[in-house]
């Protein structure tokens, strides 16, 4: 299907293509048989995390080890938080105490997942356990002081509500902001970024928040459907008496109003972003950072000013995806800018003018395009959608194509 959403759309189809979004990509169903711990670890990455193990498995090997275990460690403490069948008086001292069970070969968590991935993760976590340890001290620390901080974050949220603006910066910053700040230390302590990382704490909070605020924003059906309230209440509370009627069409344009509200408080880590993005040197680094942060402006302008948000999942395209990471693969931060820059104009141009927080938006956007151009030296030109009609994508179209069809058969797209 993602091929068939991006026929009309060159640049995104040639890009699926030469990335690998094809179905053949998907995780198996089963983890193989007799692996090593190492391996074990890998092969559950892949099979939870596609797009996250992709840009994990291009990293160099001396940091690739050390962010794939950040990662299934931090998966195996949202299990724990995430799961909603068990007592929080029996979560709470599991959750706290979760950190230290790294330093204990052979620890294992039970009763907790809400599907086989994470049942399989927290079940089997003595195998991560086995491979932490092997990382050294230098990651070891790392990872250990960012788990126990998230955790005593997430026990004091799940204990109370996000009411206020610093309430949910602060929330953020326990499950998403603490992230960056980890992996700003694992890639200074990996040799291949400078000194600025290990203590670059406000930036690397930012660039977390500008995520995971991303996901909240975006999420809002998925949250309220299950019970789950992440808007914070005194933004919400502004527009209507209970967050949930924002699903009636009755309540369109207060919803609009609320949504926009909160992609403008977004908004407002973007310079930031920005800025962490442009001290990084590695490449290989600089795609694993710039991939996740241009498809949060890209899903921003896709919700802002959209209704759909409150009635089903809004999303960039697959095809968008993929352009956005091969973009980002050939031209790094030159791309990056570029991006950000187009995300940001298309949104400004769709800002109501009746729209209460359109000035404050606005501003926000054209901070963004401003340093986007300083940052590259010119104004980006002729984005449309990220179609370029010329007569090498249609050719080269053309010939992918004809070349799926001679190999699949002639059902080949009507199978996508």
């Not at 993760?121 to 491979?131: A, C, E, G, I």
């Not at 670059?200 to 660039?207: I, L, T």
């Not at 109501?352 to 300083?374: F, G, M, R, V, W």
Request: charged share 20%; proline share 3%; net charge neutral.
């Amino acid at each position: 299907m993602q091929y068939m959403k991006s026929l009309a759309h060159p640049d995104e189809f040639l890009s699926l293509l030469k990335i690998g979004y094809t179905e053949s990509f998907k995780p198996k169903s089963q983890l193989k048989e007799n692996l090593g711990n190492k391996e074990w670890c890998y092969e559950l990455l892949n099979k939870t995390s596609r797009s996250f193990a992709f840009v994990i498995n291009e990293l160099e090997p001396s940091l690739k080890d050390a962010i794939c275990i950040f990662y299934l460690v931090l998966r195996g403490l949202d299990t724990i938080e995430d799961d909603t069948t068990v007592e929080l008086n029996t979560k709470l001292p599991v959750l706290t105490s979760f950190s230290e069970g790294l330093y204990q070969p052979g620890y294992k968590v039970f009763g907790y997942g809400m599907n086989n991935d994470e049942k399989n993760l927290v079940q089997n976590f003595d195998k991560v356990v086995d491979v932490f340890l092997g990382l050294g001290d230098g990651y070891c620390t790392i990872i250990h002081d960012i788990t126990r901080r998230m955790a005593n974050g997430m026990s004091e949220f799940l204990q109370k509500s996000v009411v206020t603006l610093p309430e949910w910066d602060l929330y953020c910053h326990y499950v998403a902001g603490l992230v960056g700040i980890g992996l700003s230390k694992i890639f200074h302590a990996s040799g291949l970024e400078s000194e600025w990382f290990a203590t670059a704490d406000d930036e690397s909070n930012q660039m977390g928040l500008f995520l995971q605020k991303t996901n909240i924003i975006r999420d809002y059906l998925e949250d309220i459907n299950e019970k789950r309230i992440f808007w914070p209440r005194d933004v919400w509370a502004r527009y209507t008496l209970h967050l949930e009627n924002f699903k009636d069409i009755k309540n369109q344009i207060s919803a609009l109003h609320c949504l926009n509200d909160l992609i403008t408080n977004a908004l407002s880590h973007a310079l930031i972003a920005l800025d962490y993005m442009s001290r990084l040197k590695n490449p290989q680094v600089i795609n694993f950072c710039a991939i996740p942060q241009v498809m949060a402006i890209g899903t921003l302008n896709a919700c802002y000013n959209n209704y759909n948000v409150f009635t089903g999942v809004v999303k960039i395209r697959k095809g968008q995806r993929a352009l956005i990471v091969n973009a980002i693969q050939s031209k790094g931060l030159t791309a990056t800018y570029e991006l950000f820059f187009k995300f940001a104009n298309e949104m400004r141009h769709k800002v109501p003018p009746n729209d209460p927080s359109a000035k404050k938006t606005i501003q926000h956007l054209e901070s963004i395009e401003k340093l986007c151009i300083e940052k590259l030296g010119y104004r980006p030109s002729g984005f449309n959608d990220f179609i370029s009609y010329d007569w090498m994508a249609v050719t080269s179209l053309a010939v992918s194509s004809a070349f799926l069809v001679a190999r699949h058969g002639p059902n080949f797209f009507s199978k996508l």
